[in-house]
């Protein structure tokens, strides 16, 4: 009686053994999901104002008033700074003085050539002298109006490097403008990526001041001529920036898009299966495992981008796939999961 219950003993686990052996393997799976995957072109620029200049004075001059203040926003004309205007105007006065004494010269050259007491040589000589007291005048007062500078456009004023009482050279610097919105932003890309770039194509930006932002432009130029030592193209792109937030001068992080895909397909990365050259994934259908060929495009963090070969319902194994094969029964759980 022991030997037989002994044998039963021993076939009964022989039994819970195979029984084991024979139960489906577990896998990992997960379901393919749709995001927005970009080809991009990603190289480094530098931002530049929209326009900039340097105001400078073009008559010299003792600076009498300063009318701004450092780092504010003027409006194009606005008056920034004057100059002693006390020679000026005393010319300005001269010169009319001058041309009403021309004017009454030849007035009176005409009327004695009508009658016949002047020659037609006098009269001439009187119209050149009373053209010649007009543009003096005309010359007195441009050089009065350059006495008073003017913003020659809306913008923002940088720090002023005059102070009352200077005595100005002609192009003497005194206070910078910038345009501040929109920005332009000036890259290059290499001589086999210029096929891929038109005007108009979106950019974005990305720097450490801001981590995790991305600012978005358009492409406004190309440099019809490549450097000929770096074999690469000049771009300028804009960017709007009405907070202000960027500033001119910062070195950037520009991504070029070329093609955008709202709706790629995503899958785990590690459901890829390399065989030779070839990549596959094994997915669950019924309950069972087939085994499909795929291209992928874009890897991202930690995603691949499936381009052919999955239809985006399938369930496609991320962990366990290397103890299956084709036609086998499988119990699935979901990646991650307990």
């Known amino acids: 009686m022991m030997v037989r219950r002994s044998v039963w003993l021993l076939f009964g686990a022989l039994a819970s053994l195979s029984a084991v052996a024979q139960e489906a393997p577990l ?50 004309g606005e008056l920034l700074i004057s100059l002693d205007d006390a020679i000026a105007r005393a010319e300005l006065a001269q010169a009319r003085a001058n041309l009403d ?9 005409k ?47 940088g720090l002023r490097q005059v102070s009352v009482g200077d005595y100005l050279s002609a192009g003497q610097d005194m206070v910078n403008l ?12 290499p001589q086999k990526a210029v096929s891929q770039v038109s005007l108009g194509q979106p950019v974005e930006l990305s720097l450490d001041t801001y ?21 690469s193209q000049a771009i300028r792109a804009q960017i709007p920036n009405k907070e202000h ?57 930690g995603k691949a981008e499936v381009r052919e070969g999955l239809q985006g319902n399938e369930q496609v194994i991320t962990a366990g796939w290397q103890k299956v094969s084709p036609g086998l029964e499988v119990r699935t759980v979901a990646r991650g999961g307990a």
């Open 111 to 157: 009327m004695l050539y009508s009658r016949g007491a002047s020659n037609a040589q006098a009269q001439d000589e009187s119209m050149s002298q009373e053209q010649a007291a007009r543009a003096s005048l005309a010359l007195a007062q441009a050089r009065l109006d350059k006495t008073q500078i003017r913003a020659p456009y809306d913008g923002t004023l």
């Open 27 to 76: 896998v990992e799976v997960a379901e393919p999901q749709r995001a927005l995957v970009r080809d991009e072109l990603v190289t480094f620029g530098s931002l530049r104002s929209d326009e900039s200049v340097m105001i400078r004075p073009e008559v010299e001059g003792r600076v009498a008033s300063l009318h701004f203040r450092e780092g504010e926003t003027v409006k194009g």
């Open 211 to 231: 981590p995790g932002e991305r600012f978005r432009g358009e492409i406004i130029a190309l440099n019809p001529r490549l450097d000929e030592i770096g074999r």
């Open 245 to 301: 937030r960027l500033k001119p001068g910062q070195f950037v992080k520009v991504s070029v898009i070329l093609a955008e895909r709202p709706q790629a397909l995503l899958i785990p990365e590690e459901a890829v299966m390399p065989v030779g050259q070839q990549l596959f994934v094994n997915v669950v259908v019924d309950g069972k495992v087939e085994r499909r060929q795929i291209k992928i495009g874009q890897r991202l963090r």
């Open 178 to 189: 910038e345009v501040l919105d929109p920005l332009k932003v000036d890259f290059r890309i």
């Open 101 to 109: 004494l021309a004017e009454k010269s030849y007035e009176r050259a």
